[in-house]
DNA sequence: ACGAGAACCTGTTTGC
DNA sequence: TGCAAACAGGTTCTCG
């Protein structure tokens, strides 16, 4: 389940196993991801070293030692499995491209609903590419505050659960967090964006930052088909204080309320009617 | 310009 | 039990 959290867990799990590796190796099964590849994709990565890997938003970005920048997106099902030199797996079905690294360590970019992309660009112009151009803040830097998001979402007559979706107005947050941090702010998800401002707006930057971090510390959140890159399971599905827990007790003290489920935008949300406002 | 809804693709769960 | 509909972590395009 790939939302900032576990887009940051997987950057860890891969830093700590092939960052510094070079390339032996790049074989695109399956080409035609929502961006298709380009055929000389694995050419121009083969050989190259992998320096550093940080993260934009939901993106994974590779940096190589020749300066092109390999970045990935998840998509809802995407999942990079990781297998050690010597394995003897199979290539599964949705096993779309194999990296194979020199010291024999393989990472697999497992897409079942090709959702996912991953494509070339330059570390010139990486903060310019369209994929990555209209990104809002990342939600965990300090320019990420209670005015940014006021500015952000002056004059929205979206619902406030639809607008923080929307990654040019904070990067990085999706369908579960989303629920998550405006329960902890106390805010309804249907409540107009712009009437979100001053005293509310940094109570909910900091309801973000706080259900972000909490999420990382535990690896993310992992649901059925998701593997960390450690290949580990995250933990904080545990602790959803909303999501996935319709007609269940709210948590808050004395609060007595149930959880409820509504769609919006198309998608689930989970909230207490009672304390969220 | 903005916001709502559909579309993209495949697998799993739910309901009749 | 069997089948069809609903649903799933995201983003982008079209239409009004």
Redesign the pocket.
């Known amino acids: 389940?790939?939302?900032l959290p576990?887009v940051e867990t997987v950057r860890r799990g891969l830093t700590a196993r092939i960052e510094g590796r070079r390339f032996a190796r790049v074989e695109a099964r399956r080409p035609d991801l929502?961006v298709p590849l380009p055929s000389d994709f694995a050419a121009r990565i083969q050989g190259r070293l992998l320096s550093r890997i940080g993260r934009r938003?939901?993106y994974l970005l590779l940096h190589l030692d020749d300066g092109q920048v390999l970045f990935i997106?998840l998509?809802?099902?995407g999942r990079l499995v990781l297998h050690a030199r010597g394995h003897n797996e199979p290539p599964g079905?949705?096993e779309h491209v194999v990296f194979v690294m020199d010291d024999g360590t393989e990472v697999r970019f497992d897409d079942?609903?090709?959702?996912g992309l991953m494509a070339l660009t330059t570390e010139a112009e990486l903060s310019s590419h369209?994929?990555l151009r209209?990104l809002g803040p990342e939600p965990l830097d300090k320019a990420f505050d209670g005015a940014a998001l006021t500015a952000a979402l002056k004059?929205?007559?979206?619902?406030l659960k639809?607008a923080l979706?929307d990654?040019s107005v904070v990067a990085g947050?999706?369908?579960?967090y989303v629920s998550e941090a405006l329960f902890r702010a106390g805010l309804s998800p249907r409540r107009l964006?712009g009437t979100v401002k001053g005293p509310r707006a940094e109570k909910l930057v900091e309801a973000i930052r706080a259900v972000l971090a909490d999420a990382i510390a535990a690896g993310?959140?992992?649901?059925?088909?998701?593997v960390q890159a450690s290949g580990e399971l995250g933990y904080f599905q545990h602790r959803w204080a909303v999501y996935d827990r319709e007609g269940k007790d709210c948590s808050t003290k004395d609060c007595k309320g149930r959880i409820r489920r509504v769609?919006q935008?198309?998608?689930?949300t989970f909230y207490c009617p009672r304390c969220q406002r």
């Open positions: 389940m790939p939302e576990e929502r938003a939901k997106h998509g809802m099902s079905k949705h079942h609903r090709r959702f369209p994929f209209a004059g929205k007559r979206t619902p639809a979706l990654q947050l999706g369908n579960i964006a993310g959140s992992s649901l059925r088909d998701y769609v935008a198309n998608r689930s």
